[in-house]
């Protein structure tokens, strides 16, 4: 857990990452400085953690300290300075007020262990929980933490107008089945990047995909040591080549288990195969799916709804370009006008 603490209000901003590498850890910043609206003005305290230190000068009377030297370009660019606690018990007494707030914490809110479905929900819970601390006193205090807050915040210098990437930027190569792997995890990327290299941002909570400056695919990051991350998208063109290999692709059954292949798109797709065959009705399925790309969800889910309700199946989406058509107001819904060997399809605004 990330905890950031203010030492005259005694504010604190906690957030739980599922690894304690850097990346969490500038990341946690950058939650913090966000909640708080700016950034400490004098030098923030801590002790010689790895993901700021790279060595402690033994000898030195002034803490100088080599830094890592991501820790210096994150530091330099949100302008502050740090103070780094003398090592070992020496420094226990430097750093009393922010552990302090960890036992609290984890006393008062996660003391049982809350049940959530991800790490995002708790996150979402802590949030709640910061606020309602706003209005508890400290000790003998006469003001609140909020109120105390009010004071201090005006105080803090203004955030920089350019975003900083917290991930560890790797250069992985895609392989055959248009994987790349990260820290052990094999993720999925589009497939005319086989054999290319690719730009990685490895963040706290997601993996990001850059060709060049351009971000092509992204994807929860995977904890554990080993395992798959498949997104069907990825594999449209290759599976609408080979229509075959769609129903046992692994990328469909991760689509299915994550539940972006909906009932919906099971729904079409068994009547598009019941209408033109298993061939023409999966690549049919495909350019629905495709269409997700240039469509909102609901967009192409209503269109998908409006098919089956006029009972026909399998539009040929290829005479259509939506890029190509001139858009008039907001589209609000697909019509798909659906008839065997011979599709068109109609569209409503």
């Not at 018990?89 to 960890?102: F, L, N, T, Y």
């Amino acid at each position: 857990m990330f905890v950031f603490w203010l030492a005259h209000s005694g504010k604190a901003i906690h957030r739980v990452y599922p690894t304690q590498g850097q990346e969490a850890f500038l990341e946690g910043h950058i939650e913090a400085f966000t909640a708080i609206g700016g950034i400490p003005t004098r030098h923030i305290r801590y002790d010689n953690l790895t993901s700021a230190v790279a060595s402690v000068l033994h000898g030195t009377t002034d803490r100088r300290r080599t830094e890592n030297q991501r820790w210096i370009l994150f530091r330099s660019h949100f302008g502050f300075d740090a103070f780094y606690c003398q090592p070992g018990i020496a420094g226990a007494h430097e750093k009393g007020g922010v552990e302090g707030e960890v036992g609290r914490f984890r006393r008062n809110r996660l003391s049982p262990m809350p049940e959530v479905d991800s790490l995002a929900e708790l996150n979402e819970r802590i949030r709640g929980w910061e606020a309602e601390d706003d209005d508890r006193r400290i000790a003998d205090r006469i003001r609140t933490v909020g109120e105390d807050f009010a004071t201090e915040q005006p105080l803090l210098a203004p955030l920089p107008v350019e975003p900083f990437d917290p991930g560890l930027v790797l250069t992985p190569r895609v392989d055959r089945s248009s994987l790349i792997t990260v820290r052990m995890v094999k993720y999925s990327v589009p497939v005319r990047f086989i054999g290319r290299k690719v730009r990685v941002s490895l963040r706290a909570n997601e993996v990001v995909v850059f060709d060049g400056r351009t971000p092509i695919a992204a994807h929860p990051r995977i904890a554990a040591r080993t395992g798959t991350s498949v997104q069907l998208d990825h594999y449209l063109e290759v599976l609408k080549i080979k229509p075959g290999a769609f129903p046992g692709s692994s990328a469909l059954a991760a689509a299915r288990a994550t539940g972006t292949f909906t009932s919906a798109h099971e729904a079409f797709w068994a009547a598009a195969r019941r209408v033109n065959g298993d061939a023409r009705g999966t690549r049919e399925l495909i350019d629905v799916l495709l269409l997700h790309r240039s469509m909102t969800e609901a967009d192409v889910v209503a269109g998908i709804a409006a098919a089956l309700k006029v009972g026909r199946s399998a539009p040929m989406w290829s005479r259509w370009k939506p890029a190509a058509m001139p858009r008039v107001g907001p589209i609000r819904a697909v019509t798909f006008l659906l008839t065997p060997l011979h599709p068109s399809i109609g569209l409503s605004v």
